[in-house]
Each structure stands twice: as C-alpha cells, then as structure tokens.
C-alpha cells in the first residue's frame, strides 16, 4: 500500500533508486582517487574513439561548461587529453590517457562488482529485463538514443 503521492511516482522512484544503489560505488570510488563526473568521463571514453566535449557531457550526465571544467581539470591531471579532428581541426574530441585508463582499470572492476552484487538479487531474466525497461524508457526521452526491444 502507498501512502504518499511521492512513493509511486515514477520520478521519485527512479532517482531513489539510483541514490540508494549508486552511494555504495561512489564511495568505493574515492579509493580510486576519482570522483563521479570524472568516473562517468573515463568510462565514457573508455570503449572508443575519443568523444566531441558536448557528446561526452550528454553521456557523463553534465552541463557543457561544466563538463569543460571537469576535462580541463583531468587533463590537468593526465586523464584525458583533446585532440583535434584529422579532416577538421575545429572538431575537438577528448580521448582517455594510458594514465587514465590504468586509473579507470580498477574502478571499472569494481563497477562491475558493484553491478553483479546489486542484480544478484533479481535474476538473469529480471536482470535483462530492468537495464531493457530503461534503456527503452531513456531512448523514448532521447532524441538520438537507440531503443531495445523489450526482453521477455
């Protein structure tokens, strides 16, 4: 039974949920010596080809002049590094170091971890189906987002 407005709306629940099982990680994260904006970055660019700053900040969950300060800062620190596109100069992308990627190492082992151990208590198939519902959910509030077909 619901007592209260906020205990079934969907907003609520959903940024509850990623309170209550993210706080876990990012405290794990500090022994990493990494902070959450710059874990989102380093795991953003970790699988491919260097990103445009305006893409990177959609992904990492950032506004643009923000994002710029957290780059600015990890390239600072030997994170990342911008580099300009072959064909356009003006095309700026910014691509994980070897430093960042030994820093990112870990911490990606530990995601993992974290991730098994929090859907350990659902199941495979309950599993697939909640990362499927969301995908679904954030590609339908997403102009450029790809949609999955529903699991099950």
Known sequence: MVDRFIDDYL?????R???EVSAG???????HGLQVAEWRVLATLSD?????????????LQRQPTMTKIVDR???????????GAKDRR??????????????????NDAK?????????????DSARLKSLL??????????APVDPPVG
């Open 48 to 60: 491919g080809d260097g990103l445009r700053l305006g893409d990177l900040a959609s992904a990492a």
């Open 17 to 19: 949920a990623s309170d």
């Open 91 to 108: 095309q700026v992308r910014v691509h994980i170091t070897p430093s960042g990627r030994r820093r990112l190492a870990a911490a990606l």
């Open 113 to 125: 971890s974290h991730e098994a151990d929090v859907l350990s208590r659902y199941g495979e198939d």
């Open 135 to 144: 995908r679904s959910l954030i590609a339908q509030h997403t102009e450029d």
């Open 74 to 84: 990890m390239e600072r620190a030997g994170l990342v590094e911008r580099r300009s």
């Open 25 to 31: 990680f990012h405290a794990r994260l500090k022994s």
């Open 11 to 15: 907003l609520y629940l959903l940024a």
